[in-house]
């Protein structure tokens, strides 16, 4: 995730606003800590399994940002019983900031000490489900996270208290017109671009299958989701690791489930991808031989190639990045 907060505030260009959100877990100690989804369990995490306020705030203000906007939803309670954390110093992040001109806001779902609540009665987190109904307003950047949590407080009975730190930022607002930058666009382009529908045919049994691919849930960029029609065949899915040393490893896998008329198989971490991503889709039907067994009929490759998140390369150490780039 380091890898991937470097891409995005080298993508940015001169005078750009910039809005990160980050929801997930996360800890307080001297610096409030953001834990990746591949973070350690609590117990065993150290400071290299995460990164900092102050990590963050120091790669936006080493960039020549207009508005800097930051916001945290995640808990702010010290993890304790912890050696790991407890007897290695924390990193000191220095930068030197030339521009003075532009402006940062942070905002924290909650405030130290406290926890950052969700509930499954909702689509999203308790601050979130507030703060959104201001984002488009057109009203001062800093007065959107102002409403929201005049009325998380009002509407709330959590203990979690949201809270906000700025300079000037009051003269922006996230409604400004802005000038389009095409080479910002190729690049959010590129992480979005998906591979359109592919008809496979398996000439054995005479059968057509047309696959859709779709972003998992609709949104996410490193996970993708296979949407098969249902048929007479029982199914089977390979695909190779994308993020494992050797390219003809597979990976077998039975996870799918049925919805809308099709079976749906996800595929996750394309953000660790270091090659293209091929999936083997099998036809299987009973054995004659041993009816408690399936045997392979036909079968079908989807070169998928690199795709969303993948040519970020966010896995790859900085010089194994370089050498293929």
């Not at 059968?207 to 691919?213: L, Q, W």
């Not at 039975?254 to 099998?282: C, F, M, N, P, W």
């Amino acid at each position: 995730m380091i890898n991937a907060v470097k891409w995005f505030c080298k993508s940015l260009p001169s005078k750009a606003y910039a809005f990160f959100y980050f929801v997930g877990h996360g800890f307080k100690l001297n610096n409030r800590y953001m834990m990746p989804v591949d973070c350690p369990p609590v117990n065993d995490v150290c400071h290299t399994d995460c990164f900092s306020d102050a990590f963050l705030e120091k790669e936006f203000m080493e960039c020549n940002t207009q508005l800097i906007v930051i916001v945290f939803d995640m808990c702010l309670k010290v993890l304790k019983g912890n050696a790991k954390l407890e007897n290695i110093k924390e990193p000191v992040c220095e930068y030197s900031r030339d521009n003075l001109s532009g402006s940062i806001l942070q905002c924290f779902a909650t405030s130290s000490q406290l926890e950052s609540y969700e509930t499954v009665k909702r689509d999203h987190g308790l601050y979130f489900s507030h703060l959104r109904k201001f984002l488009e307003k057109d009203i001062p950047v800093t007065r959107v996270f102002r409403e929201a949590h005049r009325e998380f407080n009002e509407n709330e009975r959590v203990k979690q208290k949201p809270c906000m730190f700025c300079d000037d930022a009051d003269r922006f607002c996230l409604t400004d017109p802005v000038d389009g930058n095409s080479e910002l666009k190729e690049k959010i382009r590129e992480v979005y671009r998906i591979p359109s529908k592919q008809k496979l045919k398996f000439k054995k049994v005479d059968y057509d299958m047309t696959v859709e691919i779709r972003p998992f849930k609709g949104c996410f960029l490193n996970a993708v989701e296979l949407w098969l029609p249902l048929s007479k065949w029982n199914l089977k899915l390979e695909w190779n690791c994308i993020h494992h040393n050797a390219k003809d490893t597979k990976h077998s896998k039975i996870s799918y489930r049925v919805e809308e008329g099709a079976v749906v198989q996800t595929l996750y971490d394309l953000q660790k991808a270091k090659y293209d991503l091929h999936v083997s889709i099998h036809l299987l039907k009973q054995s004659k031989i041993d009816k408690s067994q399936m045997e392979i009929v036909d079968s079908a490759i989807m070169d998928l190639g690199s795709f969303m998140i993948m040519p970020a390369r966010l896995w790859y150490k900085k010089e194994e990045a370089d050498s293929e780039s």
